[in-house]
């Protein structure tokens, strides 16, 4: 019965981000709890490499609809705010959304520059939001896991980092293919979102098993989607990242 309930309530929340993208309370509502929680988030990861610089994260779960869509966004509205010059990044070759969020075009991006036909400056795109760029999934490739192992990939990141203080990967969950994995073992550390009541301790251990076996930085992980009496809204409650 719980699995069924558990399994519905993701293909809910799965199938509106795929067509309307993910909510950005960081921007709509800025001075709300929510947004002051997220405002956290970005602090509590800052001080969790205080001697190394970050200067890539890579947001994963460990299964589809957990919201790291929400959290990724989110926290990237919230760096970019502090004047950092931010760049997110549609990793999810398979079911992007970043392109819904920020009503952009998807014509050409990630996949496009990976398969050697467009440029790094072309897949560039600014935001409504000052200091933060994105870069939409582009086309879907019927090959996503080479394509982000690719030795374009390194040059990405290269490139990124001259150009950018921060880049922030929006990856596929960790369970159900390797993408995550690829990225994770290339970016400096990565967050592991948690949706309380949703996610299943198994699939977590299990996500946190497979980080680790490409030795991938694991910064933290953050619970969302747990509720509070003094939240406001669905998305009330989010914790700070809990080691």
Same mark, same amino acid.
């Given at each position: ?5 558990? +399994?519905?309530?993701?293909? +809910?929340?799965?199938? !509106?981000?795929?067509?309307?993208? /993910? ?5 709509? #509502?800025?001075? #709300? ?11 509590? =990861?800052?001080?969790? $490499? ?7 994260? %890579? ?5 589809? $609809?957990?919201?790291?869509?929400? /959290? ?24 992007? &959304? =970043?392109?819904?969020? @920020? ?9 496009? !520059? ?5 440029? @790094? ?14 870069? &939409? ?7 996503? $896991?080479? %394509? ?12 990124? +980092?001259?150009?950018?203080?921060? &880049? ?8 159900? /293919? &390797? ?21 299943? +301790?198994?699939?977590?251990?299990? *996500? ?7 030795? *991938? ?20 409650? !989010? !914790?700070?990242?809990?080691?």
């Amino acid at each position: 019965m719980f699995g069924n309930f558990r +399994k519905n309530k993701r293909k +809910k929340l799965n199938d !509106y981000s795929l067509t309307h993208g /993910v909510g950005l309370i960081t921007h709509d #509502s800025p001075t #709300s709890m929510i947004s002051e929680q997220f405002n956290t988030i970005r602090t509590n =990861i800052q001080f969790s $490499s205080v001697d190394e610089e970050l200067t890539s994260i %890579l947001f994963t779960s460990s299964a589809p $609809s957990e919201g790291k869509s929400t /959290v990724s966004n989110n926290v990237a509205v919230s760096w970019a705010k502090q004047g950092e010059r931010v760049i997110l990044i549609d990793a999810d070759l398979r079911r992007p &959304t =970043i392109h819904k969020t @920020f009503n952009v075009s998807n014509q050409t991006g990630l996949s496009n !520059y990976l398969f050697g036909s467009a440029d @790094f400056e072309d897949i560039i795109q600014k935001t409504m939001i000052p200091n933060l760029f994105i870069i &939409t999934s582009g086309p879907i490739p019927p090959n996503p $896991s080479e %394509l982000l192992g690719s030795k374009r990939i390194p040059q990405l990141l290269s490139d990124l +980092k001259e150009n950018f203080s921060l &880049t922030i990967f929006d990856a596929p969950p960790v369970n159900l /293919v &390797t993408d995550a994995q690829i990225l994770a073992s290339k970016v400096d550390g990565v967050i592991l979102v948690i949706p309380q009541g949703i996610a299943d +301790k198994a699939q977590v251990i299990n *996500a946190k098993k497979s980080l680790l076996t490409v030795r *991938a930085r694991i910064l933290g992980g953050i619970m969302n989607r747990s509720k509070c009496d003094n939240a406001d809204g669905y998305y009330g409650g !989010y !914790y700070g990242i809990e080691k």
